[in-house]
């Protein structure tokens, strides 16, 4: 229902641009986007979301400043792009969409998700 892609092996200080898309049954609109990570042996992180209400974004400190979260509702797609990736990046990538106007990354591990898929490998070489 909910694919996340665009994953891959680049180097450090490279970037790449993740997407996350809904599939056509679904009205992409209504649903706020959560991007997640999780790297061996290390629990699931929240990464940025971003509100179907206001379309705005939210990043954990992680992130913020380097990674910046878009949508395109003509396209069911949520996008991801990561710049100035660090070998800690490395990491299972995944996306999960929840039916509500407005979440952050704080806000986004309360509710349950109304859909989710399988992620995407990002490998960053040092």
């Known amino acids: 229902q909910l694919q996340a892609s665009g994953g891959g092996l680049v180097q450090t200080g490279g970037s790449l641009n993740l997407s996350c898309t809904l599939s056509?049954?679904?009205?992409?609109?209504?649903?706020?986007i959560g991007w997640f990570r999780q790297a061996p042996g290390k629990e699931r992180e929240g990464l940025s979301s971003?509100?179907?209400?206001?379309?705005?974004?939210d990043y954990a400190d992680s992130v913020k400043g380097r990674f910046t979260i878009s949508r395109d509702n003509a396209k069911r797609t949520a996008y991801l792009q990561m710049n100035s990736l660090k070998p800690e990046d490395t990491a299972v990538y995944s996306c999960?969409?929840?039916?509500?106007?407005?979440?952050?990354?704080?806000?986004?591990?309360?509710?349950?998700?109304?859909?989710w898929g399988k992620g995407t490998l990002v490998t960053v070489s040092s």
């Open positions: 999960s969409a929840y039916k509500i106007p407005r979440i952050t990354v704080a806000t986004m591990s309360r509710y349950g998700e109304d859909h």
């Open positions: 056509r049954e679904w009205n992409f609109n209504v649903y706020s």
């Open positions: 971003i509100s179907s209400g206001d379309g705005m974004g």
